[in-house]
């Protein structure tokens, strides 16, 4: 008789390329990233007794703080608008966005015992944490809108202009840039763990240099406007505000400045992520 050749589903293969994504592969296990999705949903808010009620009291407590300090005790020029809704504006997609690149950077540390046990495709940790950011902003962004209703229907300086339609491109550009971010700074802490405790501030002073609490018109037109604008960041917040508050405009220019930085950040990435995850078990 015949002895039968073993024949097998799946083989695995070490990667050959720094730049290889294997999306396809990466998509076969949709499910397990569903189930991650689920997971940081579930750790995050067990055992709290307002549970999901967070989602929307992290960002209307911050932009409380912003209004009264930046606003009323520092009297910062808000365009006109109202203080509340412009911070409120500002902060919400901030707070998506430093969400997404603190919980992708500790991708390799929070997950080395699951790493080292079973095989699948390591990209499914961060790319789960930003669907599970994604979902957060939604949430978030619902607050966002019936504030602004609050405020519309009550006559206050607010205007909606066409730009708003650009919040899908927007967000597609938020994750992609803390994605990159964040890889890169999760492959980084697996051998210097002190960029941990670096990250938290970095986020916090990253903040203050985009115009989350301040107007960009409030820096001129000189040198140090630049410097902000070239924030990739910056233009997106400032998209934000002019698409649902009418204030401010457009910057295209540094828009476009914007979406290269994301791109390079997001091809430096993955170059250092696969190259990491090759031997990332002997140092973490």
Do not use: H
Request: proline content about 4%; aromatic content about 16%; charged content about 10%.
């Amino acid at each position: 008789m015949k002895e039968k050749k073993n024949k097998y589903s799946v083989c695995i293969k070490p990667k050959n390329r720094l730049l290889e994504l294997n999306l396809k592969e990466v998509w076969q296990y949709k499910d397990l990233i569903w189930l991650f999705v689920q997971r940081d949903f579930k750790t995050k808010y067990k055992q709290t007794i307002l549970g999901p009620l967070w989602f929307i009291i992290q960002p209307l407590f911050s932009t409380i703080v912003y209004t009264l300090i930046f606003g009323t005790i520092a009297g910062l020029s808000t365009d006109g608008t109202p203080s509340f809704l412009f911070y409120l504006a500002g902060n919400v997609p901030w707070l998506f966005f430093s969400t997404a690149l603190q919980n992708t950077s500790n991708t390799f540390v929070t997950n080395a015992n699951v790493f080292g046990k079973v095989y699948f495709p390591r990209l499914v940790s961060p790319i789960s944490t930003v669907i599970t950011c994604i979902i957060n902003f939604l949430i978030q962004f619902g607050l966002f809108l019936v504030v602004w209703l609050c405020f519309f229907f009550s006559g206050a300086n607010v205007s909606l202009s066409w730009a708003a339609a650009l919040l899908p491109l927007l967000i597609v550009q938020m994750a992609l840039l803390g994605f990159g971010v964040g890889i890169i700074i999760s492959a980084l802490t697996t051998k210097y763990r002190d960029l941990q405790v670096l990250v938290t501030f970095g986020v916090s002073l990253w903040m203050y240099l985009t115009p989350v609490v301040y107007t960009a018109s409030s820096l001129g037109n000189g040198l140090f406007y630049n410097a902000v604008m070239c924030n990739p960041m910056s233009p997106i917040i400032e998209i934000m505000r002019y698409g649902w508050l009418g204030s401010g405009s457009i910057p295209w220019l540094f828009w476009g400045i914007s979406w290269a930085v994301t791109l390079v950040v997001l091809f430096l990435g993955i170059i250092i992520f696969n190259k990491v995850e090759k031997n990332f078990m002997d140092t973490v």
